[in-house]
């Protein structure tokens, strides 16, 4: 009986005294991934470091953006216009030049007119036969009447411009307000710039037309002053003089 109690009571302290190696023994066992540690301040800080990775990465991509519109504006810089009215604005400076080119009698030409002024416009002879003068002043009016002719066809001509002037007027202002770019609304303003300068053109040919006209006739009256003079000094020049003779009033 005795002997009973003694192997119960050592297999109760065994018990006991294997209880608390089992624990740690066990704790050992257990996987470490059963145990999650949160630290604030590294959490804190990987939070922060992204951020400012993310940030990083935003400027990137808008300072590409950036660099991207840059070369589109550029490219719109560099775009030409795609209208042009040089064709148009020649051709009326050629119509215009050929309507100077036609002049009547006496060409838009110093040689020609120094010697047409020389044959028609000198000093009258004095010794001409009477032919030959009412000839001369005949030729002269023709001349004047010519150039007034000439100055009407170059006013007609620049009339005639204005249309096509304002129908490229309107395209070019309509081209330049549309400009995509900075070379677009250059090359708009310079063809409007030629396009006034046309208009002069215009403008100085219908002058030098009116100015040309103008002188023939105040040269055409200055001859005709000379030669009236001429012709009076022969009319009064001494001669037969009026002889007195008999007249027939009535025939019986």
Do not use: C
């Amino acid at each position: 009986m005795n002997t009973y109690r003694s192997r119960a009571h050592m297999l109760l302290l065994s018990a006991m005294l294997a209880v608390p190696l089992a624990v740690p023994a066990t704790m050992l066992t257990t996987p470490a991934r059963a145990f999650i540690v949160f630290d604030p301040s590294n959490y804190a800080q990987n939070v922060l470091t992204a951020a400012r990775s993310l940030q990083q990465v935003t400027n990137q991509i808008t300072s590409l953006q950036n660099q991207a519109q840059m070369l589109i504006n550029q490219g719109r810089n560099l775009a030409s216009l795609p209208f042009s009215s040089l064709q148009e604005l020649q051709q009326s400076v050629q119509r215009t030049q050929q309507l100077l080119n036609q002049a009547r009698n006496i060409a838009f030409d110093v040689q020609q007119v120094d010697r047409v002024f020389q044959e028609k416009y000198g000093k009258v002879s004095l010794s001409a036969p009477e032919q030959q003068l009412v000839a001369d002043a005949r030729s002269r009016w023709q001349y004047t009447v010519g150039g007034l002719q000439d100055a009407m066809r170059v006013q007609a001509g620049a009339v005639a411009n204005i249309e096509t002037n304002r129908a490229q007027m309107s395209s070019l202002v309509g081209a330049s307000q549309s400009a995509a770019g900075a070379l677009q609304a250059t090359q708009a303003g310079n063809q409007l710039l030629a396009l006034q300068a046309q208009q002069l053109a215009d403008l100085t040919a219908v002058v030098a037309a009116n100015g040309r006209a103008q002188a023939l006739r105040d040269a055409e009256m200055s001859a005709a002053a000379e030669q009236g003079r001429e012709q009076r000094r022969r009319f009064l020049a001494a001669g037969s003089g009026y002889a007195a003779g008999s007249a027939a009033m009535f025939n019986r």
